[in-house]
C-alpha cells in the first residue's frame, strides 16, 4: 500500500491564529483528499485536491504531487476549527476508482 | 441531496449476536465503501463495490464479516457472531466515477459488542 505520514500529529492553537498542516506520501498518487473530523465524529470532505491549489474561505490546500507532499493551511483559527484533520490518498485504476490510503491524523485544538 | 445515509447512529449488542448496517449511497454514485475506524489501526478500508459488484473484500476481517450490495441505492454490513474486538466506527462512503469530487462519507455507525 500507500505510505501516508501526517504532521504535526497534535497542534494546539489559540483562536486567531495561522496553521500549516503537512501531508507526505511514499509513491505516486492520482487522488488527494483532505478531512475534517469534528467532535461529533463525521468526516466532512474539506478538499479533493490531486494537484494544485484550491481555497475555500479561511481553508486551502497545496499539492505538489511530484514532491509527494499536500499542505493544508488554516488562517484565523476559530474553536469550531477543532477536530482531526485526516489526509487521504488513493491510486488510480484507470476508469475506477480504487481504495483511499489515510494518514493518521492531525489533533487540532483551538482554544478561545 | 441527503448525502450518504447510515443506519443505526448507534448499535449496542451483545457478544454473539447478529449486527446489521446500513448505507444508502448517493443517488447517482457508482462507487460504495465501507470503512472501519478505532483508535488503535485507525480508518481501515474493508470492502468496497463498483456498480454493486464487489471489487475488493482483502480489508474484511474474517468470515464472521460479509457484505451486499443488492441494488445501487443500498448496501448492508453483516457481523455474525459479533465479538466485542468488532467494537469500532463503521463509515460508508461513496463516489462517482468521475474523480472531481472524491469520497462523500456517511456519518457512521458506533458499534459497542459487550
Redesign the interface.
Known sequence: GIQVEQSPPDLILQEGANSTLRCNFSDSV??L?W?HQNPW???I?LF?I?SGTKQNGRLSATTVATERYSLLYISSSQTTDSGVY?C?VER?RG??????Y?G??TQLTVWP | DAGVIQSPRHEVTEMGQEVTLRCKPISGHNSLFWYRQTMMRGLELLIYFNNNVPIDDSGMPEDRFSAKMPNASFSTLKIQPSEPRDSAVYFCASSFRDKRYGYTFGSGTRLTVV
Not at chain 1, 95 to 100: A, D, I, K
Open positions: 492520482n487522488n483528499q478531512f465524529g463525521q468526516l470532505n479533493y490531486p485526516f487521504a488510480d476508469s475506477t476508482l480504487g481504495r483511499l489515510f493518521r491524523g
